[in-house]
């Protein structure tokens, strides 16, 4: 049997406490090609912080108190060019080039700091949230412009009739591509299922006066679902939560599955750009447009 270095022995250990507390094991995302123990005597410690902190960091990195970074660690990769795990010495490598290009302390450790210009990244790629920087609310399309859904492609758990036509055309190439792709997706005919898409402006304004939850995360005020360009598409959900559920452990779980994966590494290629806090939510930006790392 061979025997394990002691820095190997150290993350091991490390990353086995973490997930056994946590209850949850980290989705096996390495790449046969990819080298992910590269330069371990130079990135053991920050490795060792990571494969801990993936689990166990108390932050708030939106409206409410969250364990862990799990839940955006296939963002984070993807930006990163690795599927190295978290506890890797590479993804420490990486992230500490990362931290250099932005002129952050290169510790090779995942922080909130760090986390906060991912987050600015991810969000400029979405044209509607810089026109909101600029106080522009989009106008909806005329009706012209949207396509109808057919019913396959309708989740069961809320109903949504239209999108923009081309965002239809480009969602509908993107979920043959998944399910040709992926054995869990083509077995599941729920996955990919939209349960938003073309919201009508006067209706959900309504429903945030009746319903008091227009925050700015769970419900904008004003909603890019208004451009019917953005699609809330079913990427599994825990057992007692719903498919929108917004608690850590849900989105965790979202996070893990096979359908979210290979959204966060195919969906640019189709034209849609992700919303890092829902793991379900995604904006067509058109096809050729999306900024990849």
Known sequence: MKR??????IRCVALAVATALAGFALAPTVRAEE??????????????????SVFGLVWTPFDREEYGWLAY?????HE?????????????????????RFQLPATGQFDPAT??????????????????????????????ELGYLVAEEEHADRLTRLLRRDTLD????????????VPE??????????????????????????ERNCDGLRRAVCSPHRTGAAVDLYVGHIEGLGVDSTHPDSRRHMSQGATYRWLVRNAGRFGF????????????????EVATP
């Open 4 to 9: 394990l270095s002691v820095p190997s022995r």
């Open 35 to 52: 080298i992910c123990d590269a330069g371990s005597d130079v990135w053991v410690a920050a490795a060792t912080g990571n494969g801990a």
């Open 73 to 77: 660690a296939p963002l984070i990769q």
């Open 80 to 100: 990163l060019e690795t599927q190295c795990d978290p506890s890797s010495p590479t993804f420490a490598a990486k992230l500490a080039a990362f931290q250099t």
């Open 115 to 144: 986390f906060q210009v991912f987050r600015g990244l991810w969000q400029e790629r979405r044209p509607f949230v810089m026109a909101r920087l600029a106080h522009i609310c989009p106008d909806p399309p005329p009706l012209r």
């Open 170 to 181: 480009a969602y509908r190439r993107m979920v043959t591509a998944a399910r040709a792709e």
């Open 185 to 210: 997706i083509a077995a599941d005919p729920e996955l990919l299922q939209i349960f938003s898409g073309f919201r009508d402006p006067d209706a959900d304004a309504a429903r945030c006066v009746t």
């Open 273 to 288: 750009v992700p919303y890092v806090y829902e793991p379900w939510h995604w904006e067509y930006v058109g096809e050729g």
